[in-house]
Every structure is written in C-alpha cells, then in structure tokens.
C-alpha cells in the first residue's frame, strides 16, 4: 500500500538559511499535518490542511510557513534557520471526510532530518 | 502541558516476556492512538482504540482503553528483540476528526535477546 512519501530525508543547512520540505500524503488523504521531534522529545505539532485550507496551527514559529496544494502534496517552507531547528520533521496524512470515527487514524512519513551547522 | 504522559519512560525485558506500558491522557478524546518509532526512524501506527472499545488485540498486542481514569495500556506478549523500539502514545487534542495528535513522552523498550 502507498505510503507518505516525504522529500529531501536529510538535509544539512547552515544557520540563516532556508529550507524546504515536501509531503505527499497518501492518494485520496485530505489532510496533512506537520510535527517536529527534537532529539529524545516526542512530536510536537506544527500545523495542518484539510482541503488546502490551514486546519489548525500549533507551535510553529513565524519564521516558519506551510501550504497544501492542488494536489494534496504539502511544503513546510523554513527560513532564517537556527540550531535549534535541527529535528525530524515528520508529515502524517489522514482521510476526515465526515466524521466517520474509521478514518482518525494518521499516517506517518518516515520524516525528514534537519541538520542546521 | 502534555495531553498523554506514559509510563515507564524506559524498559528492558528478556525475549519471551511480556511488555507493559501505561498512558494517561487528560481531556475527553474519541479514539487514542499507539505508534512505535526505531531509533530516529518514521512513526509506524499500531493500533487505534475507540472511546467506546475497552480492549482491542492485534497480533501480539493488547491495548485496553479506561475512559473513567483517562488512561491506556499496550501490552505486547511473547516479546522479541526486533520488538526493541519506543512506544507512544498519541490523543486527540479534541474530539473532532482531523484533530492533532499530542504525545506522549515515549516508553523505551529493550528487549535484550
């Protein structure tokens, strides 16, 4: 069965630069999510997108944005990095059409590592 | 504050054990949800639990789900090394679909062959 795909799995960057990540969630997924993991911490929430409209944001800093395109892939766009980004970065999909309780389970991508030198 | 908080924070164990970790949550939730992570690898999704399940079984898990103390136990059985990974557990913030998960500390489990 496909799974979330998430690109670039590692990426090295200095301080002060940009970064992009990319999701794709599994095919008819509607929603993305973005969580971070610092090391040996559980995942935070940053933000998600149903239907390519924020759902809900949770502790994702300015300097950070998201978006959900046309086609259901996403992109968590960082910028002006600091050492305190370097984390897994993991995008999880779900299917929420309606409120039918079968589809609340979220799908994890095998993440991104962020290493900020 | 965190909405689950697990416990033991780590566990080691003999193959063909049984495994145990606990999980309290906080607020009202419609499901709870357990996943396991390898050293610094993805989030595998292992069992869904319904606020209206008590227990559910799949394969060498167990999970059980107590609404009135706002807790929940995975209990893998005859465990094996490969079992070696950290568990969490993840709740809804709210019960509505498409709600973000919150986490769990993570309980990690060694099973030493």
């Known amino acids: 069965a496909a799974g979330v795909i998430q690109s670039p799995r590692h990426l090295i960057k200095e301080k002060r630069e940009t970064a992009t990540l990319k999701c794709y969630p599994i095919?008819?997924?509607?929603?993305v999510y973005w969580y971070q993991q610092g090391p040996g911490q559980d995942p935070q929430f940053l933000i998600s997108?149903?239907?390519?409209?924020?759902?809900d944001k949770g502790s994702i800093p300015d300097r950070f944005s998201a978006q959900q395109f046309s086609d259901y892939h996403s992109e968590l766009n960082m910028s002006s990095l600091e050492l305190g980004d370097s984390a897994l970065y993991f995008c999880?999909?779900?299917?929420?059409?309606?409120?039918?309780?079968?589809?609340?389970?979220?799908?994890f991508g095998p993440g991104t590592r962020l290493t900020v030198l | 504050s965190q909405q689950g908080e697990e416990d033991p924070q780590a566990l080691s164990i003999q193959e063909g054990e049984n495994a145990t970790m606990n999980c309290s949550y906080k607020?009202?939730?419609?499901?709870l949800q357990w996943y396991r992570q390898n050293s610094g690898r993805g989030l595998v999704h292992l069992i869904l639990i319904r606020s209206n399940e008590r227990e559910k079984h799949s394969g060498r898990l167990r999970v059980t789900l107590d609404t009135s103390k706002k807790s929940s136990s995975l209990l893998i059985t005859a465990s094996r090394a490969a079992d070696t990974a950290s568990y969490f557990c993840a709740a809804p913030l709210r019960e509505t679909s498409g709600s973000r998960l919150t986490f769990g500390e993570g309980t990690q489990l060694t099973v030493n062959p």
């Open positions: 095919p008819r997924h509607d929603t």
């Open positions: 999880a999909s779900s299917f929420e059409l309606g409120t039918t309780s079968a589809t609340d389970t979220q799908y």
């Open positions: 607020t009202s939730i419609n499901n």
């Open positions: 997108f149903y239907e390519k409209m924020q759902s």
